[in-house]
């Protein structure tokens, strides 16, 4: 990756940083090169809520949808991930267009709201006679 890095002109890799959110929301591009893994990455979801667009490999993108722009965000060897990051940073109107598409992913998707309504229509399924909220007593 660092050298694949050193080809783009205008790219720092940065390893340890001591302030996360600060560097992430200074970022013109979110690179997130995982290797292996399950599951849903916290860090993809969290860069994508920023509004930034994302490169990331395939394994980081695992779990998620993208709704039509996963051929712009998605790479499978150093080439892709090297071409992704040229064209968003060569290009920030489209940049900004998928960070905001990415930012309503995860709000409409993946926030609290949406995914707690997906667990409420769950538990409803597997306990009869379950429903939220505090039932309603009448004392005599």
């Keep these: 990756l660092l050298k694949a890095a050193r ?5 720092t890799l940065l390893s340890y940083v001591s302030n996360y959110a600060e560097t992430l929301n200074q970022a013109d591009v ?4 995982d290797e292996g893994g399950a599951g849903m990455k916290n860090r993809v979801l969290e860069a994508m809520a920023l509004g930034k667009p ?17 051929d712009r965000l998605l790479f499978r060897d150093m080439e892709e991930c090297v071409a992704r990051v040229t064209a968003f940073l060569s290009d920030p109107v489209q940049a900004a267009s998928i960070g905001a598409h990415l930012t309503s992913v995860a709000r409409r998707h993946y926030s609290i709201e949406a995914v707690g309504q997906k667990w409420e229509m769950l538990y409803r399924g597997l306990r009869p006679g379950y429903h939220s909220g505090p039932k309603s007593q009448t004392i005599r």
């Design 54 to 70: 994302c490169v990331l490999s395939v394994d980081a993108a695992r779990g998620f949808e993208f709704y039509g722009v996963q």
């Design 30 to 33: 979110i690179v997130i090169p």
């Design 7 to 11: 080809r783009v002109p205008g790219c």
